[in-house]
């Protein structure tokens, strides 16, 4: 059984920074690929970076600059840094990973439980 556990959320102001970071447990080979979402109150769900198997990263433009996804494979752990935190952020942050348990399997894709990042003056 394979978990994603998301740390770091919290409450900041505008132009500070936050860095979220998304755990693997369980019984794990690899993580393909990562990414994290974020869905603010009366919308939908976006993601926000990903990177893929190949190790290409992907941002949306809103974030573009301010924002950097990143991996630790020792510590299956994924990390967001996000910089320069605007009151648009604000939203419930969700890890996303293909994880892999044995290299004969696929890889599935699993979900954090997500994480409250508020950015408010």
């Known amino acids: 059984q394979v978990q994603l556990v998301e740390t770091g959320g919290g409450s900041v102001q505008p132009g500070e920074s936050l860095t979220l970071s998304c755990a693997a447990s369980?019984?794990?080979?690899?993580?393909?690929?990562g990414a994290w979402y974020r869905q603010a109150p009366g919308k939908e769900r976006e993601s926000v970076a990903s990177?893929?198997?190949?190790?290409?990263?992907n941002y949306v433009d809103s974030v573009k600059g301010r924002f950097t996804i990143s991996r630790d494979n020792e510590k299956n752990t994924v990390y967001l840094q996000m910089n320069s935190l605007k009151p648009e952020d604000t939203a419930v942050y969700y890890c996303?990973?293909?994880?892999?348990?044995?290299?004969?399997?696929?890889?599935?894709?699993?979900w954090g439980q997500g994480t409250q990042v508020t950015v408010s003056s």
């Open positions: 996303h990973a293909r994880i892999r348990m044995s290299p004969r399997q696929p890889a599935y894709a699993y």
């Open positions: 990177f893929s198997s190949g190790g290409l990263t």
């Open positions: 369980g019984s794990i080979f690899s993580i393909d690929a």
